[in-house]
């Protein structure tokens, strides 16, 4: 999502080859003729705010209920917890940089000097990175879920000695200090006068830098950001899927607790296939800009409707991922109902909607492909 913020960058811009590559929000005006005309960035920044706004909510609650002390010793429950903790740094990143910074009718919009384009520059510069960095992090994130659930149904007698929590805890770091490294450059594409709000090209300028454009914003981004994390999730889902469909068969076969790692399982898989269909646009808007060895967006308004298409489907991902909990996760159902209803959540460790003690650990594997792990 964040890796395109070039593209809200180009606001009714005349597009200049000898000079600039486009002119920046800074520096742009609206045509008298037609004062009340909304651009295509404002459009898409006024379709943003609301599902950022819901992405931002939903991703609290999650963390709320992922943070419970039966929900997040689980490896699982873990990661679940991460990646809510990771989208909402992700949509609050993005909504002063992809909503709030071209919403037309906020006081002192595009005018030099003012709080709006000063707080704009500053989101250009050293908010955008972040919510670069944290993109990237979410995408790694869906992957191990992946591996895990791979593990979890391709390979259960495996399960617990691979995706342990403290295994889980020591990929999430790695996968942090990766994409920190991988996303520092991001600080250097854009610079900007904080006392006026004019920003200003860096590293972004794919005419001067054409080194970096080649090789951080095409093949790194699409080999890192794309390649490798679809190739694992891909391989990973098919395998589960296949394996889903032989259980099917012998479904009489599973118990309680299976069922329930199998509701888990499709969860997951929901998410992942979710992931992909999102994130799959972005990459071939990428692989444009490579063959027109620049930012296509800024040439063609085609593209660059088609990047704020791609921006808001990363948005709606991150935002989605509530709904998919409260759909398939009967404990998240149960820890917002206590909530709702002022009873104690912890409760609900011990036990279940019938009143009966929950086992607390389930140790045991089957023969038919599946780890009874603890569901969330």
Not at 151 to 165: D, I, K, M, N, Y
Request: aromatic fraction near 12%; charged fraction near 10%.
């Amino acid at each position: 999502m964040l890796n395109n913020i070039t593209t809200s960058l180009s606001t009714n811009s005349s597009w200049n080859s000898s000079s600039d590559e486009y002119m920046l929000p800074n520096a742009t005006v609206r045509s008298p003729s037609s004062p009340h005309s909304l651009t295509v960035n404002e459009v898409f920044a006024i379709i943003m705010l609301p599902i950022i706004l819901i992405g931002i909510f939903g991703n609290t609650v999650s963390i709320y209920v992922y943070s419970r002390k039966h929900m997040k010793k689980s490896t699982v429950g873990f990661l679940l917890l991460s990646l809510s903790i990771i989208d909402l740094v992700v949509l609050l990143a993005a909504l002063p940089t992809f909503s709030i910074y071209k919403l037309p009718f906020l006081p002192g919009y595009n005018k030099i000097g003012s709080f709006h384009t000063i707080l704009s520059a500053f989101c250009i510069v050293y908010v955008y990175p972040i919510g670069c960095t944290a993109k990237m992090t979410s995408q790694y994130i869906i992957v191990l879920i992946a591996v895990e659930r791979w593990f979890a149904v391709c390979r259960p007698l495996q399960v617990q000695v691979w995706c342990t929590l403290n295994n889980t805890i020591r990929a999430m770091i790695y996968i942090i200090v990766v994409a920190v490294v991988f996303n520092a450059p991001r600080f250097l594409e854009f610079t900007a006068d904080l006392s006026t709000g004019i920003v200003n090209m860096g590293l972004s300028h794919s005419a001067n830098n054409k080194w970096y454009f080649i090789l951080y914003y095409g093949i790194r981004s699409i080999f890192f950001d794309t390649l490798i994390p679809f190739t694992v999730i891909s391989v990973t889902n098919i395998q589960v899927i296949k394996q889903l469909q032989k259980s099917n068969e012998e479904r009489k076969l599973l118990t309680t607790q299976q069922q329930k790692d199998k509701k888990t399982t499709t969860m997951l898989l929901v998410m992942v296939i979710l992931y992909a269909s999102c994130h799959m646009f972005n990459t071939s808007l990428k692989f444009v800009n490579l063959i027109f060895k620049t930012y296509a967006q800024f040439q063609f308004t085609l593209f660059r409707v088609l990047h704020h298409i791609s921006n808001l489907l990363l948005v709606t991902y991150s935002m989605s991922t509530f709904f998919i909990y409260l759909i398939f996760s009967v404990k998240y159902r149960q820890v917002i109902a206590a909530v709702v209803s002022c009873r104690n959540v912890e409760e609900l460790n011990t036990t279940s909607s019938r009143g009966k003690p929950k086992a607390v650990k389930v140790k045991s594997t089957s023969s038919n492909g599946y780890a009874t792990i603890k569901s969330v």
